[in-house]
């Protein structure tokens, strides 16, 4: 007789199979369904999440497929499993027992939202869980929020924004992690007994070592584009834990919020903490299919501007650091104009007055023009890319200070700093961190920016970096009694600031920056257009982060520069087209010194900046369907762009080892119309003699079913050869074969 496990909030119980259908919650997307049973009076039962149920299958499902396993685990009464929400109350009891009340739908202009509502059964707190489903993309974002109607107050030891049980089979798991200068390294492992977690507890920047972001591929080792796959996104600009727990179950249970860690949260009387939301979405086209979902998802509902093609800027900080001056930069200005850029954006090394920022000792806090350099101001910088016919941007890092700065002379209180210990610093051995919990400091910081902008009212762009973490753990403005509050706290106030901000000046662009690729995460997108995808600018690296930072992040979002060589961070040589052909897979822009180019490198670029122009809808707007990972190590990495009406595409072919006599796979192309046909078109070209492919066309099904034999090098002069080589292929969809 088959065996059959129930496991019902922790609990082994065999429990008796009842018709529940008026009780099945159904959570529906366009493509996905999340089922879930919510009887008034008992627990929350999980049902299922997957493919789309249709009205047949979901009267069935429950009599049929019910798993009796919980909706959200809770702590105290049904055995040492893993939980989603423990309550100390102010009683001392460490139980809780939440019971169904109620479900309430609403819908607005955009999504369905569906809140559960549960009261504990000897206790006056209620515990919400929210569902919104979108209805147009295939997102559910699902978040808790514990609300405590007693006068006295109690503590929260863990609160978890959601909880997915996932069925064991061969379940395989992609996240990403990384160090500085090599983020977004994708990490594939099968799913094993015990507990795997994920967690971030940097207080400022929380994707730099892992990412609050995870794909299951329920199928096997995952592929990318076919296969069942579930995505995870925790949308928090702060500390956080992803927990999976494979234990005796038919289950993986996964756990996804707030890093808890050295975070107990008392609840005061009446009071209510709302945890951060997580999406999640499925696809039956692998890891691709889910990243699509992402994109998508991010570009109409999370980023800022998701709509609004970027612009190719030139960065300032790698061709000339901070020896900012004001005929180097106008110098810069015109080189990116002439080359087609259209913003150039001065980097760090502008700013100060008692403490000038000659290096990264001095002057964070202090955000006045150092005259010196700038004798007649930002204005001016100003006036000359109008005149040009560039717009203007600049760097700011508002939540830090130095010790050597006026801000740090005046307000030594409104630095994060722990009672009774010593100062502890960061770069330059100077740096601190600004006390966001506290409303004066949060105020200052919503100044800086309010004051540079109204100033400056040409400014464009703003690239707001942040270089510290937390190293000593306390607030000089929350009581002793909650400095556990902190983490949480201080990303409460720096998400007001953003709020803030972003209300006020709707049309600002801003990038997220920490210390490269610190802040990639969709809690950040609603208030910044894109982040820096890392400090590390070599191509053949970045080919690695990008991919990875792809899995979740679209690439309108992903800043990817072309910069000089040998490479400022690794000392690679690599040459220009390559440099350009990967960062055209991301927002194209220049980091470094045009000055220092040779004529040829500056027409080149002109051209490549051209190419972009014309593939930046399609790769900015366009679906990506990843071919063939550089972390497979087949010294090939391909990835491609296409439209929503599969009428235009761009294929990125790159050589990542170099080795003799080595041979390559031809890749076939994805996400194509197998019955229309595309004239092919290669950019950025250097050979002297065309590809054979060339101008010829193709049907979409023999691109997908076999795809294109490229030559593995370039055809070139002797002296330009190298061992590295690159195409950008645009495919345009044609009526017929053209000569």
């Known amino acids: 007789m088959k065996r059959l496990y129930y496991y019902f909030i922790g609990m082994m119980c065999v429990l008796p199979i009842q018709r529940i259908s008026a009780e099945t919650v159904e959570i529906s997307t366009p493509n996905n369904t999340l089922a879930l049973f919510a009887k008034p009076g008992t627990s929350l039962e999980f049902l299922y999440y997957g493919e789309k149920l249709s009205d047949t299958d979901l009267r069935s499902f429950a009599d049929s497929q019910r798993a009796w396993i919980a909706g959200y685990p809770v702590f105290g009464m049904y055995g040492p499993q893993e939980t989603a929400l423990s309550i100390i109350q102010n009683d001392g009891n460490a139980t809780a027992e939440f019971k169904v009340q109620g479900v309430e739908k609403n819908d607005d202009d955009i999504s369905s939202i569906t809140t559960i509502t549960f009261e504990d059964s000897a206790y006056p707190v209620t515990l919400k869980l929210h569902y919104r489903a979108y209805n147009e993309v295939d997102m559910i974002e699902t978040w808790s929020e514990i609300v405590n109607n007693g006068k006295k107050p109690v503590t929260l030891t863990q609160y978890a924004s959601a909880y997915l049980p996932i069925h064991k089979g061969n379940v395989w798991l992609s996240s990403l992690y990384g160090a500085w200068g090599n983020e977004g390294q994708v990490e594939t492992e099968a799913l094993t007994f015990g507990m795997k977690e994920i967690k ?292 409460k106030g720096l998400e007001k600031i953003c709020k803030r901000i972003r209300e006020k000046y709707p049309e600002i662009t801003l990038q997220s920056c920490a210390s490269g690729g610190g802040r990639v995460n969709w809690g950040f997108m609603p208030y910044f257009d894109e982040f ?46 390559f440099r350009a052909d990967v960062a055209m897979a991301g927002r194209l822009g220049i980091e470094m010194q045009p000055k220092d180019m040779t004529a040829e490198e500056r027409e080149f670029c002109s051209r490549a900046l051209a190419d972009y122009k014309k593939i930046r809808p399609v790769v900015q707007f366009g679906n990506i369907y990843r071919l063939l990972s550089p972390f497979e190590h087949k010294g090939l990495a391909s990835l491609m762009y296409v439209s929503d009406e599969k009428e235009k595409a761009v294929f990125y072919w790159w050589r990542t080892e170099h080795f003799v006599n080595e041979h390559f796979p031809i890749i076939p192309m994805a996400g194509l119309d197998p019955n229309k046909n595309y004239k092919v078109t290669e950019l950025t070209r250097i050979d002297n003699v065309p590809l054979r492919v060339e101008g010829k066309v193709f049907s979409g099904k023999y691109l997908m079913t076999h795809g294109l034999d490229l030559p593995y090098g370039h055809n070139v002069d002797s002296d330009k050869r190298n061992s590295y080589a690159s195409r950008v292929l645009y495919l345009e969809q044609v009526d017929g074969y053209n000569d």
């Open 200 to 491: 971030n507890k940097d207080g400022v920047r929380n994707t730099h070592f892992s990412h609050p972001e995870v794909m299951f591929s329920l199928d096997g080792k995952p592929c990318e584009n076919t296969g069942r796959v579930i995505g995870a996104a925790l949308c928090y600009t702060g500390n956080y834990s992803l927990r999976i727990d494979t234990d005796f179950s038919d289950y993986h249970h996964f756990f996804a919020g707030i890093n808890e860690d050295n975070s107990a949260y008392t609840l005061k009387g009446g009071g209510t903490f709302t945890t951060p939301p997580v999406a999640l979405t499925y696809s039956g086209e692998g890891l691709s299919g889910a990243s699509r979902n992402f994109h998508k998802w991010g570009r109409k509902y999370k980023l800022a501007h998701g709509d609004t093609e970027r612009k190719i800027l030139l960065n300032s900080w790698e061709g000339i650091h901070m020896d900012v001056n004001e005929p180097e930069l106008a110098q810069m200005m015109q080189d990116i104009a002439d080359m087609g850029g259209e913003l150039f954006v001065m980097d760090d090394g502008w700013f100060g007055e008692k403490y000038p920022r000659k290096r990264d000792d001095a002057g964070l806090g202090d955000w006045v023009v150092d005259k010196e350099k700038l004798p007649n101001g930002i204005e001016s910088l100003i006036e000359t890319a109008d005149k040009i016919g560039i717009k203007f941007g600049l760097w700011i890092e508002p939540e830090m200070a130095n010790t050597n700065s006026e801000l740090y002379d005046k307000h030594p209180d409104w630095i994060v700093k722990a009672a009774n210990r010593q100062l502890v610093t960061g770069r330059g051995g100077t740096q601190v961190v600004l006390d966001l919990c506290n409303p004066k400091v949060q105020d200052y910081v919503v100044g800086i920016v309010d004051n540079i902008i109204t100033k400056y009212p040409g400014l464009d762009y703003i690239k707001w970096d942040a270089n510290m973490n937390i190293s000593n753990y306390g607030s000089q403005h929350l009581p002793m009694s909650e400095q556990s509050h902190f983490a949480i706290e201080w990303h």
């Open 532 to 577: 820096w995808t890392s400090d590390n600018t070599d191509a053949l690296q970045r080919i690695y982060m990008q991919w990875g930072t792809s899995y979740f992040f679209p690439a309108i979002a992903m800043a990817s520069h072309i910069s000089a060589t040998p490479n400022h961070q690794t000392l690679r040589t690599t040459p220009l087209k």
